[in-house]
């Protein structure tokens, strides 16, 4: 994917997603910082372009319908953060099988399916999107992020 600012859009909506749903129900501060990293202003208080894109990331979240917030702390944070019913809904839907990879075996007994109950958290979008991060390869988490956002309610 050439365009980098969409890669990092990817990138800062799972962080947040997978922070708000490891908080949920509780409302949490929502730091830019701790989704894209530090960030100096300059000598006239101004974010770096990358702050300010997670930032508008973030609020674009919440534009759509994915998370509610109360307030906003200056650029830096949003206060009071919590998933949305919708961004729940879909994070715990199953994902599409073609992006949910290996979930069918297990590892202790190779060959050997996993229980139901097993298969069925490793199915998910929130899963997906814990790969995804963890993999660090910004093709699959674009994958995760657009399989996340703009699958159709009734897909899985």
């Not at 729940?88 to 007994?109: E, K, M, N, W, Y």
């Not at 060959?111 to 899963?127: F, K, M, N, R, V």
Request: charged share 20%; proline share 6%.
């Amino acid at each position: 994917m050439a365009d980098i600012h969409v890669e990092e859009f990817y990138k800062d909506a799972a962080i947040a997603l997978i922070q708000l749903y490891s908080a949920f129900p509780r409302r949490v501060n929502l730091f830019v910082e701790d989704i894209a990293g530090p960030d100096e202003p300059d000598e006239f208080g101004l974010h770096s372009k990358r702050h300010m894109a997670c930032f508008g990331a973030l609020l674009w979240l919440a534009e759509e319908g994915f998370l509610r917030y109360v307030d906003t702390i200056r650029q830096d944070a949003l206060d009071q953060a919590v998933l949305t019913q919708e961004a729940l809904t879909r994070l715990i839907a199953p994902a599409p099988d073609a992006l949910v990879q290996g979930r069918q075996r297990s590892a202790d007994t190779p060959g050997a399916p996993l229980p139901p109950s097993l298969q069925e958290d490793l199915s998910t979008h929130i899963h997906l999107l814990r790969t995804a991060l963890k993999s660090g390869h910004s093709v699959r988490i674009s994958h995760a992020v657009q399989a996340t956002l703009f699958a159709n309610k009734h897909d899985g």
